[in-house]
């Protein structure tokens, strides 16, 4: 069973930052793609970014510029650095293994209890 763990989130001013971390037992994340989405109160799940094994990262339009996703296999890990936070960044985020291409949902559907991220004044 693939275990993904959040990290991270907290209380942000506008403008500020925050790094989360995407941490998986029992299974590597080496060979697949990795996503970042979140979910504010009462909206729908929204993809942020992706990033597959080879570096290559992929970004929602909303936070492109602001936020960078990465990753270090051998710590079995995936970070997400969001500079230059918005109020409107304030929702749980959630990483899942794969969640690229126009079915990403999916690979949300067993997320795990995310990491909330707040920016406010």
């Known amino acids: 069973q693939v275990q993904l763990m959040e990290s991270g989130g907290g209380l942000a001013q506008p403008g500020g930052s925050l790094k989360l971390s995407c941490a998986a037992s029992?299974?590597?994340?080496?060979?697949?793609?990795v996503s970042w989405a979140r979910q504010a109160p009462g909206k729908r799940l929204d993809w942020v970014a992706g990033i597959y094994n080879d570096g290559t990262a992929y970004y929602a339009d909303s936070v492109k510029g602001r936020f960078t996703i990465s990753r270090d296999n051998a710590k079995n890990t995936v970070y997400l650095q969001m500079n230059n936070l918005k109020p409107e960044d304030t929702a749980l985020y959630y990483c899942a293994r794969g969640g690229m291409g126009s079915e990403w949902d999916q690979d949300f559907n067993s997320r795990g209890q995310g990491t909330q991220v707040t920016v406010a004044s």
């Open positions: 029992g299974v590597t994340l080496r060979g697949h793609a």
